[in-house]
């Protein structure tokens, strides 16, 4: 119920898309670190149940609505118009693996870091013209 309600506040928003795709990472990376995968893989193997309520509340959440967020992006001409669903496969994959313990154990950096350099260099990777040039007056 408390990321449904951030989520919404995001949603809701008079912004514009890259500071709610911002908003939305922020949320992920929070919840991605607060589970570690061994726990996530215990959960589908010794509670099913539970981790089918867990993956169905979490797809419709955060996939549905940074679709959403994509879309507007695109609409706004701040995005690139690749297929949605591709580009957060792709961002959620490379998150997933950034703030992943074991990376950040090897490479010395904080969780903060990481999640705000790899939003940096993903978010440059779907951006026009006119969304670098918004994002650069962001200042994230």
Known sequence: ???????????????????????MIVILTKNIIRFSEKFMRDMQINAPHIWEKIDEIRKKVMYDNIS????????????????PELVLGIFL???????????????????????????????????????KKVYEQLKF
Request: proline letters at 3%.
């Open 1 to 23: 119920h408390e990321i449904i309600s951030r989520v919404k506040l995001i949603l809701d928003a008079d912004t514009n898309a890259i500071e709610k795709f911002r908003g």
């Open 68 to 83: 959403l967020i994509i879309k507007q992006g695109q609409k706004e001409k701040l995005f690139i118009a690749y297929p």
């Open 93 to 131: 994959g490379a998150l997933r693996n950034i703030v992943n313990p074991e990376c950040l154990l090897h490479n010395r950096f904080s969780i903060d870091e990481a999640a705000k350099t790899g939003f940096k260099i993903l978010i440059n990777g779907i951006l026009t013209e006119k969304g």
